[in-house]
């Protein structure tokens, strides 16, 4: 492996993770510097025709992110790892988007793609802005050759919802009172786009899981409103971390969805009270969603897993706390401090991800927050969270929705 983005990216990792297992600080320090090295290196990559297209890129670039999730670099303060990952995860998206979808059909494109794609939307909904993954195209070339799986199928909606949060908050935004109820309208409308897609795909994973599978990880039907789920077990358990996962983000993506349309509904009773439904359906209640991601995050708390539990768990963990950290939930104190005490518990196996989670928190109070709950509100909370005091700066954001 004589790449020079990979090479340094890689060692920079591997330096850094036994450095901290052995709490060898010079191992950590190499590994520091190796981290700065393949930042350097990625910059030229980036500039070159020729070299920005490289497998070898991706692949550095998603070593970076990792190092940022667990490491930091040393010199900068804990708030700024949530924005480095992002700046990185930006990185690997413009290199497939410059690929383009044709070029992401088959072989080892095709799986770099796949192995990337989450995380670029990810990516895009921590800054509540869509890139070229929400588009049709992006959605449809690359599987030309191959049939695609639940996962993806859930990640398709998952793409959605960059360009939910977008409209949301430019209706939010609105210097008009009619030009708000039209785009409240709007974003209803598509919230239950959202609903229906959602639906549909836990009818697929009720058919596929249809016998109880040993596990201790379970899919509570009464998240879900589809009749058919009704007439089955209350749970359903999976036996692979891969599927649980693929169920940690059906309910992460359910609770940004249904806490959308609620917070939307509220906006627009404010103006318009005759628009808005007198009753929703049951699994529009947001907080069922975030109680099961809290019930869940041990499944993949353990040695054995290394450094994959803890980034499967990192966007359905951040997503409930930023939920428990804006509402006043009954249930708080209960499942916030689950989630707390396995963030606690992840540190304590040598993978410090608690000052990752807090950052990308602080990042998502402070461009989110104050427009679900007050600017004022929310730089309170965004100060003064419990695990970690922190600070990291918003990203800016377009303003066109259609």
């Known amino acids: ?35 700065g090295r393949a930042l350097h290196q990625t910059q030229i990559a980036l500039r070159n025709p020729r070299r920005i297209q490289s497998d070898e890129l991706i692949a550095a670039c998603k070593l970076l992110a990792i190092y940022e999730m667990f490491q930091g ?19 690997v998206s413009k290199v497939v988007e410059i690929r383009g979808p044709d070029q992401c059909v088959a072989g080892r494109s095709h799986r770099l793609f796949i192995d ?22 992006w959605a449809t070339e690359p599987w030309r050759r191959t049939e695609k799986d639940l996962k993806e199928e ?15 908050d430019i209706a939010n935004r609105h210097p ?21 897609l959602l639906q549909q795909w836990c009818h697929s994973v009720v058919s596929k899981f249809s016998a109880p599978l040993p596990s201790a990880i379970q899919m509570q039907t009464d998240s879900v409103s589809i009749q058919s789920c009704r007439d089955q077990p209350r749970y359903f358990r999976v036996d692979d971390y891969i599927e649980a996962y693929m169920l940690m983000l059906y309910w992460t993506t359910c609770l940004l969805t249904y806490s959308t349309l609620q917070l939307n509904y509220a906006k627009l009773h404010a103006e318009s009270p005759s628009l808005v439904p007198e009753r ?3 699994r529009t209640r947001v907080q069922q969603y975030a109680i099961s991601i809290a019930s869940s995050v041990e499944y993949f708390i353990h040695p054995d897993m290394g450094i994959l539990g803890p980034q499967f768990l990192s966007f359905p963990m951040g997503t409930a706390l930023f939920f428990f950290e ?8 209960v499942y916030g401090h689950r989630l707390v005490s396995a963030v606690r518990q992840i540190d304590q196996l040598g993978l410090p991800i608690g000052d990752f989670l807090t950052s990308m928190l602080t990042h998502r109070l402070t461009t989110a927050g104050p427009t ?11 100060q003064k969270l419990s695990w970690l005091d922190s600070g990291a700066k918003p990203l800016q954001k377009t303003a066109t929705c259609t």
């Open 326 to 333: 804006l509402v006043d939930e009954p249930k708080k104190a």
């Open 372 to 382: 679900l709950k007050g600017e004022n509100s929310c730089q309170q909370r965004a």
């Open 176 to 196: 008009h009172a009619a030009g708000r109820q039209r785009q409240h309208l709007l974003v209803a409308d598509r919230c239950w786009d959202m609903d229906q």
């Open 116 to 137: 990337t794609r989450l995380n670029g939307i990810i990516a895009a909904i921590s800054i509540r802005r869509p890139n070229y993954l929400s588009s049709e195209i």
């Open 280 to 282: 929703l359906p049951d």
């Open 1 to 35: 492996m004589n790449d020079a983005v990979l090479r340094p990216a890689l060692l920079a990792l591997c330096l850094a993770r036994i450095g901290e297992s052995n709490k060898d600080s010079s191992l950590t320090q190499e590994g520091v510097k190796r981290y």
């Open 154 to 168: 859930l990640h398709d909606i998952m793409a959605k919802l960059p360009p939910l949060l977008e409209c949301f």
């Open 73 to 91: 670099p040393f010199d900068e303060t804990a708030s700024s790892q949530g924005p480095n990952w992002l700046s990185h995860m930006f990185g």
